[in-house]
């Protein structure tokens, strides 16, 4: 039986596993729960987020100074990280310590040409073994655990031990230019390494961060690149008030729709038999457009929190608007929320959804891939998020969607390019194709169930994964039966090439 302190419960020697899920975090705003009609859990989230704007402005404005110390400033952007997470998750947060502490021997003492591969390895482990527990004891749940802390705090560990094998182990001129911005060339310290994994603004959501931006923020440096050292003597350093608040007020307009909008349109209505039996295909595929769109609100809550959060704290600058020569804070970006909604393409989507993750999926998989980079950055896309089957599906089948679609655009694209008008019914095709496939992939990543995830695809006719298949194995074939004879093998070629450098 749990004894209570000071709101926080105390649990019993069986909930001190380090692999508990159970919901452990302060109890003192339950009160509210009932006002406002949202779990403790959430509750305590929004707490916690709200609590990290006055920490942020307290840091910007009189721990950035020249003479603070920069173990401070790491000491301040730390333990407000723990503590407010002691507060959501009670003593689960000891899992992301510990997480912590090991890679960071792993850091000390492995050598740097494989101790990318130990850091990466550790951290994605212990993260598979928290997703199992929790699924385990608390299947299908949608509480916030400390499930979501690791998942961001294993892409900076991971960034951090692949950019540190880059510097170290790697001639210079072998790096891609995305890994040659971010090469380290020295480990860190204790409290350096700690204050990045831990830090307050990324610590509930993110967005993930390279281990130099974090360091070139903490001492400043990430201003005196762009800026004279003399008007930043004299604290004329670029504001980012209108860009913090800019982006709190779109997470809370996010947060009102998830809260209001998302129950009226749930997705698990699609798995319904009676819904399916009484409901026509084209209402079916309207239905689940709308309902996954809905329950992409909470994402977009949450990630522009976290880039308020950091912009705010004064992260993210990144030199001046070559026209405009105004500042731009675009260093970090989660989600560009029109251009994917608005997307014309699966592609083009998802170039614009969860960019902090892409980019870590892209740095350590995807670039590091001598063979299947698409297949093992998808995989380890699904292996992040756990090991519900609804994940599966929607990955693997995210590989099968992208190359149907590499060849959709190679094959019909060009018969679409000749005037305005045929541009324009492209467009309106390619809109509505990609929302369909939006849609399509999503549903199971939030159904969860394989067997009821195949229901709804079998009420669909699989019509998705059909169209796919189509264009991959067959319709290059039937094009190029009916292709001009006039047009030379070295012209597809051209075509194929020029394509290829667009998707």
Not at 98 to 111: H, V, W
Not at 464 to 475: D, K, Q, S, T, W
Request: proline residues 4%.
């Amino acid at each position: 039986m749990n004894m209570s302190f000071e709101g926080m419960d105390i649990p019993s020697i069986s909930e001190l596993s380090f692999f508990s899920t159970t919901t452990s975090g302060s109890k003192l705003l339950e009160p509210l729960c009932d006002y406002i009609g949202l779990p403790i859990d959430k509750v305590n989230f929004l707490f916690a987020h709200l609590m990290f704007i006055p920490l942020a402005l307290i840091y910007k404005w009189y721990l950035t100074k020249n003479y603070i110390p920069i173990t401070l400033r790491h000491l301040y952007l730390l333990v407000p990280g723990i503590s407010l997470g002691f507060f959501c998750f009670g003593y689960q947060v000891l899992n992301l310590v510990f997480l912590t502490f090991i890679t960071y021997l792993l850091i000390c003492f492995c050598p740097v040409n494989v101790v990318q591969r130990f850091v990466f390895c550790a951290s994605v482990i212990y993260l598979s073994c928290l997703h199992l527990v929790r699924q385990i004891y608390d299947y299908g749940s949608y509480t916030i655990d400390i499930t979501g802390p690791s998942m961001i705090a294993i892409q900076k560990i991971s960034l951090l031990g692949f950019s540190l094998h880059d510097g170290l182990s790697r001639k210079f001129d072998s790096l891609l230019d995305s890994e040659k911005r971010v090469a380290i060339k020295r480990k860190p310290t204790l409290i350096e390494y700690f204050s990045f994994v831990l830090t307050f603004p990324t610590f509930m959501s993110g967005p993930t961060i390279h281990y130099h931006d974090y360091i070139e923020f903490v001492e400043g440096t990430n201003y005196s690149k762009h800026i004279p050292l003399k008007a930043i003597e004299n604290s004329e350093k670029p504001s980012s008030t209108l860009v913090w608040l800019e982006k709190l007020s779109t997470s809370i307009l996010f947060a009102f729709l998830a809260v209001y909008s998302a129950p009226i349109v749930p997705v698990h209505t699609l798995a319904d038999e009676t819904y399916q039996r009484n409901t026509t295909l084209i209402i079916i595929i309207l239905y689940m457009i709308v309902s996954t769109t809905c329950a992409r609100f909470k994402y977009y809550n949450a990630w522009k929190l976290g880039e308020s959060h950091l912009n705010c704290c004064g992260f993210g600058f990144n030199g001046f608007d070559s026209i405009t020569k105004k500042p731009k804070w675009d260093l970090l970006s989660c989600v560009d929320i029109i251009p994917f909604e608005f997307a014309l393409s699966l592609k083009t989507g998802l170039d614009y959804w969860n960019k902090t993750t892409q980019s870590w999926l892209r740095f350590v998989a995807y670039d590091r891939s001598s063979k299947f980079k698409l297949l093992n950055t998808y995989l380890l896309s699904a292996l992040w998020h756990g090991f519900y089957p609804g994940y599966y599906l929607t990955f693997l089948s995210g590989g099968l969607f992208t190359q149907a679609g590499r060849s959709l655009r190679r094959n019909f694209r060009p018969l679409f390019l000749g005037n305005k008008v045929s541009k324009f019914i492209y467009d309106c095709i390619t809109f509505a194709a990609t929302k369909f496939s939006i849609a399509y992939l999503v549903f199971p990543f939030v159904l969860l169930e394989f067997s009821t995830s195949l229901k709804v695809y079998y009420r669909l006719y699989f019509l998705g994964h059909l169209v796919c298949l189509f264009a991959i194995f067959v319709l290059p074939s039937l094009i190029r039966l009916v292709k001009k004879p006039t047009k030379t093998k070295k012209d597809d070629d051209k075509q194929e090439k020029d394509l290829s450098k667009k998707d």
